[in-house]
């Protein structure tokens, strides 16, 4: 037993059949001073509702719920996890809500809806978790239902979410999580960490909301990033050719041989305004 008195990880996963599965881009967290450290790195969790994409055998769940957290709710699709995630629950009677279904298909701010103060925490399934970032920075109203999120990527991913212009990570995360939110990675996780153990290392990355980002419409603001990167080594006026090119790019006083990796985040939301598509 663990000190919550609570199998190792390795135990349950063997109690429970739970094989991680390529498919649903599982790699299980199993070492609990990681998953302790990932729980402390978002902070104050007393009074905290915690959101939790992906929790597997529930390794961060318990890290979350012995950080005291008032609340977790748990988003698993793979239903072999439940019953693990049960046995939490049932030492922390009132505290875990359990999930049962696909992130991408849940509305996280109904779930927390009654919640005076929401974290988003995980480590993310690898297959969705750039498509689900970018949903949070993109949600309306703003700032959003979170406070903060704290989550796992693959290192490669969280250092595109916090590069700046001219890095060579720079790209459409960087302008998305640059304009919305203040990101910092907090710390890496070697590949060993995990079973199994995934191909490269991966991140921790923290992320507050800025209270009064740049006007803009996210839906613009993402369609540009995406034509500008899209042919990153190529002139803005080649790049953006099909969202109005050099008429958008002399609109905004923006020269069209530079590449997208040089503009700034303010340079990004003037296209995205000026943009009528």
Known sequence: ???????????????????????????????????????RTAGELAGATVIEVGPGPGGLTRALLANGAARVIAIERDERCLAALEEISNLYPGRLDIVAGDALKTDLATLAAEAERVLIIANLPYNIGTELLVRWLTVEPWPPFYASMTLMFQREVAERIVAAPGDDAYGRLGVLAGWRTSARIAFTVPREAFTPPPKITSAVVHLTPRPVP??????????????????????????????????LLEQVGIDGTRRAETLSIAEFVALAEAFEG
């Open 214 to 247: 740049l006007a803009s419409d996210a839906s613009r603001l993402a369609r540009v990033t995406q034509a500008a990167f899209g042919q990153r080594r190529k002139m803005l006026r080649q790049s953006l050719k099909a969202l109005g090119g050099d008429t």
């Open 1 to 39: 037993m663990t000190s919550d008195g609570l199998p190792p990880l390795r135990e349950v996963i063997r109690q429970h059949g739970l094989a991680a599965k390529k498919s649903l881009g599982q790699n299980f967290l199993l070492d609990l001073n990681l998953t302790a450290k990932i729980a």
